[in-house]
C-alpha cells in the first residue's frame, strides 16, 4: 500500500525528478565519487603504483600528524587568526551595514558603499605587496607615528612575530568590510518601515530603533551567515598567511594549508596531506553542528539544517 | 534513396575531418610538449627566427609548458596525474624516476646518439642513474667542459671603493670598515637613507643571499646545503660547522652598529631588487644572476658608480675563496624523454641535433650574417649588434640567440669547434666588452684585468671529486624528505632570528638552532646523503 503510493507520488513529480536528475548526477560525480581518494590517507600512496598495489598502513598517518608538535603550532595560528577573524569579519560588517542604513542621502551612501567594496576586487598579492610597503621602514605609517612624535625609531611591523595576527586581521578587515556588509543590507530592505513608524511613535530614538526593530528583523541572515562562516572557520586559505609572512615572523604565520603544502603536496606525501584534510572536513562538520545546534537552542528559526 | 544521400555526404564528412590528420603531411611539424623545470622569461612560443631554423633542420616545433609557482609543487601534481608532456627537463631527477617517467636513452645513443656522444664525451657516465641503475635518463644540462671566468664574490658598489682610495679588501672586516667609512661621509644617496649591506630571505632565495654565502666566506665550494671535507668525503650539514657561526656572528654585528638593512629579512624579491636598482645599496652578498636584473636598471640610468664589483671577501685570512673550483661535470639536472613521448625516436633525434656543432652554433651565436659574420674563418659579432645584445633586454626574445642553450645539452665556455671557434660567445674579451669605465678603472687600481683575477686561481685550488653536491638527486623516503623540510624550516626560521637578536643572545639562539636539527633528524638525513653521496663516488670511479 505505501509503495503503491510512494511510485504514485514519483510518478505525479516525475518532471521535477527529471529536472533534478543532472544535478544529483553532478553532485554524486564530483563531490562523492573523489572521496574515494580518502583510501589514500590510509596507505603509503606513489603515484606509479595502481591502487592494489599500494601498502596499508592503517592510521599511521594520523597518529604522525597528531604526534608532530608543529601540528599544533600550525593549529594555534590557523584557530587564533580565523577566530579574529570572525569577530572582526563578521561584526564590523553588520556594524558598518546599520549604520549605513541609517543614511538619508541617497547619493552619499552609494558612494561610500560602492568605495567600501573596491578593496574586495583587490588581489592578496597586491593588498599584500601595498601594506609592506605602507608598513615597512620608510613607510607612510611610520612616517606619521614619527610625525606625530609617537615613537621615536620606526617599527618594522612586519617582522615582530606579536604583530602578525593583529595586522593580518585588520588587513582583511579593510579589504572585506563593505563586501560582507552587502548581504546584511539587503536583508535591512527588507525589513517593514511600518515598524520603524510604530517604534517612532512609541518614543524610540535612532539607537533604540536599531536595536529593537533592525537587528531582530535580520536576526535570521545573521545566524545562517554565523553557521556558514563557522563551518569554515578551519579552511583560512594560506594567501593573506604566506604573503604578508616572512621568516621572521614564520612561529605565527604558518597555517594549516601551508603545512599540508610543505609537509605533504610539496614532498610528494600526498597520504600525508589526504590525512590532513580528512581531519579538517570532520572538524568542518563538527563545527558546522555544533554552530547550528546552538543557534537552534537560542532561535529555532535560525538554524539551517 | 535521399536518406542513403546523407549518410554518403555524413560520411565523407567524417572522414574529411580524419584523413588529413592520419595522413600526415610531410611539412607539419611534428609538435612535441615540453616541461622546463625553470622558467624562460624570453619565451616566444618557439616563434623566433632561432626556432624558425630549428624546426627547418629537425622537423620539430616545442611547445614549451613552465612552473607556475613552485617548481616541486608542479612536479608533484603532474606525478600525481601520470600524464606527462613528451619531454621533460627537471631540477631532481628522483621523483621521476621513482614514478617510472623516463624511459632509458642508453639504446637511443647508441643508435643514434653521435653528437650527443662527442658532446659528452667522458661524461657520458655520469649521465648512469646511479650504481645499482645504469640506466640514461636525461641529459645534463649546464655547459660541459666550462671553465669559470666569471664570478660573484661579495657585492661592493664602485662608488665606495673609489671614495675610500681603493683600500684593501679582503675579509669581512674589510668590508665592513669600508662600508662604515662610506655611510658616515655619505648618510644619505639621492635624499634617501644609505643601506649598508642588504639581504634577501624571501623563500628560497634564502639560501643564496644568506647561509651559501657562510659557506663561500669560509673557504667552502658551492655544495648546496651540504659541506664535504674534502680529505674523507664526508658530508655534513654546513650550517653546522662552527666558522659558519662565526661569519652569522659578523651579521649579528653587521645589525648591532647599524650596517645591516633592517628589512633583510622581510622583504620581497621585487622590493629588494627595486632598493638595488635606487643605487642606495652599498654591498651584497649575492650571487650575480640574482641582481643582475637591478644592475642592469642601474646601467640604463647612467648611475655606473653604483653598480657592483665582486670581492673574494672571506671571514678572517685562514679561508681561501673557492669560486674559481673546477666542479667537474655533475650531471644533476637535465632533460628527457618520458614514457608517454608520441614518438621517442623522433624527440632523441630532436635531442641529439641540439648537441649538434650545428646547433650548438646556432643557439650560441644566432644566424649567420644576421647575428654574426665570419672574416678569416674567425665568429665575430659586429659592434652593432654586440651593442644590442649586452644592452637590450629584448635582444633575446626577438631575435632568438641563447634562447634555447639552457636547458638542453650544451658545449661549455672556451672550447673549441673544429674550426677553432669557441661554442659560446662567453670569453674572457667577452666578458671585459661588458665592463664600464669605472669598473675598468676600479679593477686597474686593484692591478687586475678581471673580477676573477682577485680570487685565488683555478690551478691552486684542488679539484673537487664529486662535483656538485647539489645535484645530486634526493631519495623519494617520506622520512628523509620529511626530516628535510623540518630542518630546513627551522633553518629559515633560526638564523635570521639570531642575527637580529641583540649579541649576547645570539649563542643562546644557534645553540638552539643546533638542538632543534638535531632533533629533527639530522643524523638520519646525513647518514642517508652520506651513503648517496659515497655512491656517487664510486659510480664515478673516485673511491673503490
Redesign the interface.
Known sequence: MNLKRAMGKIYHQRYLLLMSLPFVIWVVIFKYVPIWGWTMAFQ?Y???RTFWQQPWVGLAHFRELFRDP?FYEVMRNTLVMSVLSLICGYTLPIIFALLLNELRNGFFKRFVQTVSYLPHFVSWVIVA?MF??LL???GGVNQALMALGIIDKPI?F??QGRYFWGLVTSIEVWKEIGWNSIIFLAAMMAVDPDLYDAAAVDGAGRFRRMWHVTLPGISTVIAIMLIMSIGNLINIGFEKQFLLG???V??YSEVLDLYV???G??????S?GTAIGIFKSVVSVTLLLLANGIIRRINPEGRII | MKRLFVLGMALMVVLGLILPAGAADKNEPLILTMFSGDINPDDTGFEDPIAKKITEATGVKLKIEYPVGEYEQKVTLMIASGEYPDLIFHKNAGPFVEAGAFIDLTPYIEEYGENIKKLYGPYLNRLRYSIDDPSIYYLGCFGVGSKVWDVSGVQLQHAVVKELGYPKMETVQDLENAIKAYIEKYPTINGQPTIGLSLLADDWRFLITVTNQAAFATGAPDDGEWYVDPETYEAVLHHTRPEEREYFRWLNHMNDIGLLDPESFVQKYDQYLAKIASGRVLALTDARWQYEQAEQALRQQGMFERTYGSYPIVLDERFRRMDLQDPGYSAGWGIGITVDCKDPVAAFKFLDWMASDEAQILNNWGIEGVNYVVIDGKRVIPPEEMNRRLNDPNYRRETGVGLYVYPFPQRGDGILDPTGNTYTVTTPDYIKERYSDIEKEVLAAYGAEMWMDLFPQQDELPIKPWGAAWQIPTPEDPKYQMAWQRIQDIIRRRIPEAILASPDQFDAIYDKMLQEIEDAGLEYVTTEFNKLLQNRLKHWGIIE
Open positions: 603509503e606513489k603515484p606509479h608543529m605587496s609592506s610597503k615597512g621602514i620608510d618594522l612586519l617582522a616572512n621568516n621572521l614564520k612561529d603544502l610543505n609537509y603536496i610539496r614532498i610528494g606525501r600526498y600525508y
